[in-house]
């Protein structure tokens, strides 16, 4: 007989079911509760339903698997035998919380629902249980508040609104200020409100508010929100929920109750000290919604207000308990924990741990410190930095610190640091709308929720009115790398949308504000900014990290400021240089190249790239010295001709007038430039073929200033690369005339100059016949931009239009011009990088694609056995810690190091 599979695991009172390595079946918030249980944590007591429910509930449309039901009962049973009351009793009710909990932490994109079990009966019981009426009056109003919002579907202001109204009506202004009596009208108005909009009350019976409320968060794994959180943090679909049933304790059962957040590490500067908030007579809601400002737990943090008093003040043995726990768990788990709390009439209930979010400065920090204190390794140390949003995070912009400030128009809390300069907008909407068509946009809102994400994402920064340092709003902005500042209480914003106040000031919808998430500080018109500098703890981080790594990272860098910028983040040389993109520098140089493509003849030709000779030679050179004896990739050059030249009948007339030509040989000469497809037309090595002259100057001009450069003592590693190639014999002919070229010059200058010559391999072709290719190739550049283009049939330009469909859709993982595509691109990049090697073992191969600064690319680039990547300067040191983690993920090790159970 088959055994009947288990569908729930308990915890509470000392013991476990499950432990910390069940995390793909319990979900991390699930695998962490009962590892809390196991180390003696005060935690309620509770169970969890495992993620291979939730994945039978969405296969099969919404039911439940056979024996869940007596599981449930079961283990409830458990439940109310520790914690002394029972389910659905009207003398002794025992209420339940539901949480999701995926394997994978999805902050706020998944549905909670409080206090279930409370009805017309219960709660009289709950009066009588805790002899405070408000307080049981409070809970039944939250209860229908987020049972009619997630379960029911019913739109959240409906009842939020009500209750402002009813503030207002009775010179209220905060929810705490309310009496018993005020709750019995409020919810009288609410299940009216209820039965208006949605046709029908809220149940009670007490096990169909719990059977629902599971259903529910069930179900809240597949809204459109966590779907799209799950698409942007490439997380599978596959992994489903689980669901954590808890018993209820209350932060809000009076002035000896909280609740709060604390993290056992600061999480913005990574300082080893507690940090969190805690707001008294509320439940945990209240202070990740925002809908107060909380205070600080300790006295090491501002207050917010003059005579509110920390935790630590105020309840300073529940504050001692809480810091032995922060000791137990960080001690246990070996990472900074993020953690909630209720204290319920001076008890301390620990409700969640998981591995704290952190700001790129205090991951590195922590990391570092960490391994100075002994608890983690080098490797676990490098493993703990997400080089995605942590690294990238460290380079974003600050206020100039040269700058005299003009008089803020106030201040918040400083939640996420980093300054940006945007317009006001007032919509998540509209910020994403206004954000992905490349404006500069600040979103401000009284607070912010998981449905706003998409806002979050696409504004430069955010300002809320509410909340504090571990609102929504503060959290996300810290994860995604974006300024943040909360809690501006002086902030006011219209109704009509037509702006907000900041104190006296008011700020029109559109007009430009600066705010400065690390200081908390939000100023009118645009502040200057200025770049991040990398330093201190970051440099002996980024050394430890290149210790251990193996592939090389280059940057792409077109000019002598790119280079230098390029050198500074640890580029061990430049994988790329676009010549193209000097010529667009300035206007003579422009001038000078659409002489070279207007010419009538190769005498005329000759004389405008003289003109520019002398101009690339000087780039060449100052690129050079840059890097010293580090290489650099010079691609000749690429894009097809007729994107120099400019477009409409006017701009024709003062190019012919400035070269001296008709305009009707101007037009018809640029008639003829024009194709149907030009990314796949006269470009590249083509054009080397077709008109010499141009890569002629471009060699010369090379090699002139490595000569140059080695002269004054340096020694350049010159690599000349030919792009769009498509196969040996096309190489061998321009191998062959830059070889002859080089050889030339060197004889004429009496020197010797060791140059490499090699081709960038972008067309499927060229890697089908890459083995025959390397016979004429030093080495090979995979450019997976076009190669990615051409595979796929995607033109970069316009897929824009169809690939976020895709995405959404699931047809598509991950964007191709992101990261590589493993099972096309990816396989002609294998196939490119065997067969070359096959024939030339020495072949140095590397990606020069944007794809070169992406982490997942990065690892499948380390799989196949690349030499090196090159990448835009500021994604050098996310490839560096991209490819250090690479190497150690090769190691045998303690994978506990990345980043443990969220």
């Known amino acids: 007989m088959q055994a009947e599979t288990r569908h729930i695991y308990s915890f509470g009172d000392g013991r476990a079911d499950g432990r910390t390595a069940m995390k793909d079946l319990l979900g991390s918030k699930g695998a962490n509760l009962a ?10 007591a509770g169970f969890t ?50 949480r999701s909990g995926a394997p994978v932490s999805m902050p706020g994109m998944m549905d909670t629902v409080l206090n279930i079990g409370l009805n017309d009966q219960t709660v009289e019981g709950l009066i009588r249980q805790s002899g405070d009426e408000r307080f049981a009056l409070d809970s039944h109003r939250r209860f229908l508040q987020m049972y009619s919002h997630v379960v029911m579907g019913l739109d959240g202001d409906v009842l939020e609104q009500k209750l402002e109204a009813y503030k207002r009506a009775n010179g209220f202004e905060l929810d705490v200020e309310l009496g018993a009596k005020d709750w019995r009208q409020v919810i009288e108005g609410f299940r009216s409100a209820i039965m208006a909009e949605l046709g029908r009350a809220v149940p009670e019976d007490p096990h ?79 202070v990740v919604a925002g809908i107060r400002t909380p205070s600080p737990i300790n006295r090491a943090y501002e207050l917010p207000q003059d005579g509110v008093l920390s935790m630590e003040e105020r309840m300073p043995q529940a504050y001692r308990e809480l810091v032995e726990v922060f000791h137990k768990l960080e001690s246990h788990y070996r990472e900074m924990q993020d953690i909630e709390f209720t204290v319920q009439k001076q008890k301390m209930w620990i409700l969640q741990t998981r591995t704290g979010k952190r700001t790129g400065r205090a991951a590195i920090k922590i990391a570092l410190d960490m391994l100075d204190e002994k608890l983690i390794s080098e490797r676990e140390a490098i493993l703990r930095v997400d080089p995605e949003h942590h690294i990238t995070e460290l380079l974003h912009p600050a206020i100039d610190p040269n700058l005299t400030r003009p008089e803020p128009l106030g201040r918040g809390l400083a939640a996420s640091p980093g300054a940006a300069v945007g317009e006001v907008v007032l919509s998540p909407d509209e910020a994403a709308r206004r954000g992905d068509a490349g404006e500069r946009v600040i979103l401000v809102r009284q607070a912010t929720s998981a449905d706003d994400v998409h806002g979050l994402y696409a504004a430069q920064g955010v300002l809320t009115q509410t909340g504090g340092l571990t609102s929504h709003a503060a959290v996300v902005a810290r994860s995604i790398g974006k300024p943040c500042v909360s ?40 502040l200057d900014l200025v770049e991040a500098e990398l330093s201190g703890e970051f440099e002996r981080f980024m050394a430890l990290a290149d210790s251990h790594r193996t592939m090389g990272v280059r940057a792409n860098a077109d000019t002598p400021l790119d280079a230098n910028r390029a050198r500074a983040f640890g580029a ?13 520098a300035t206007d003579e140089r422009l001038e000078a190249m659409r002489a070279v493509i207007m010419a009538e003849s190769t005498e005329e030709r000759e004389r405008a790239l003289s003109t520019l000779l002398p101009l690339q030679r000087a780039d060449f050179a100052d690129i050079f010295r840059c890097m010293g004896s580090l290489p650099v990739t010079v691609r000749l050059l690429d894009p097809p001709l007729h994107e120099f030249l400019p477009a409409g009948r006017a701009a024709y007339e003062e190019m012919a007038r400035a070269l001296g030509k008709s305009v009707r040989y101007v037009k018809q000469r640029a008639a003829n430039l024009r194709e149907t497809n030009p990314m796949l ?44 190639v498509i196969d040996q014999s096309e190489l061998r002919s321009l191998r062959a005339s830059t070889q002859a070229s080089i050889d030339g010059l060197l004889e004429a200058a009496k020197a010797t100059l060791k140059v490499a010559i090699g081709t960038m391999i972008e067309l499927p072709r060229a890697a089908l016949l890459a083995g025959e290719i390397a016979r004429e190739a030093d080495f090979f ?48 990049l294998a196939l490119g990088l065997t067969r070359g090697k096959a024939v030339r073992p020495d072949l140095v191969v590397g990606i020069c694609g944007e794809h070169g600064g992406d982490p997942r690319s990065i690892d499948f680039c380390h799989e196949l056995g690349f030499d090196y990547v090159s990448c835009s300067a500021y994604r050098v040191p996310v490839a560096r810690l991209a490819a250090a983690q690479c190497a150690l993920r090769k190691e045998p090790g303690d994978d506990r190091g990345v980043g443990g159970l969220e």
């Not at 061990?572 to 667009?584: K, W």
């Not at 931009?785 to 991950?814: H, I, K, M, V, W």
């Open 781 to 828: 550049s995979f450019g997976t931009n076009d190669l990615t283009q051409a595979t796929f049939g995607f033109s970069r330009d316009d897929a824009g239009r169809f690939l976020p469909d895709y995405l959404e859709r699931g047809l598509l993982a991950f964007d191709p011009f992101v990261t590589i595509d493993r099972d096309g691109v990816g396989e002609l």
């Open 208 to 286: 169909e508010q719990l059977w629902e409320a599971i259903r529910a968060v069930f179900s809240s794994w597949n809204t459109r929100r966590a779907v799209h959180y799950r698409r942007l943090h490439h997380i599978s679909n596959e992994l489903g929920t689980a669901v954590n049933v808890m018993a209820m304790v209350f932060g809000n059962m009076g002035e000896h109750s909280a609740s709060g957040v604390a993290f056992t590490r600061n999480p913005a500067s990574g300082e080893r000290e507690p940090y969190g908030e805690y707001l008294v007579n509320a439940q945990g809601e209240d």
């Open 487 to 526: 809690g501006a209480s002086e902030v006011h914003i219209e109704a009509d949308g037509s702006g907000f106040h900041f104190g006296d000031a008011f700020i029109k919808a559109g007009e430009v504000i600066t705010i400065d998430g690390t200081q908390g500080m939000v100023y009118r018109g645009a």
């Open 681 to 724: 037309g006269f470009r590249g090595c083509r054009v080397g073929i077709i008109i010499p002259e141009i890569y002629d100057m471009q060699v010369r001009a090379i090699v002139e200033a490595a000569l140059q450069v080695q002269a004054e003592g340096l020694s350049p590693h010159v690599e000349i690369m030919i792009p769009l």
């Open 572 to 584: 061990q040389g430049v994988g790329l240089c676009r010549t193209e993109h000097m010529f667009f």
């Open 35 to 44: 590892e809390m249980a196991s180390l003696g944590i005060p935690i309620p």
């Open 49 to 98: 339903i495992t993620t291979e429910v939730s994945r039978f509930f969405t296969a099969q449309k919404g039911r439940f698997p056979s024996g869940l039901n007596e599981q449930l009962d079961a283990a409830l049973g458990q439940v109310e035998k520790i914690m002394g009351g029972r389910f659905g009793d009207s003398k002794a009710p025992l209420l339940l919380s539901v």
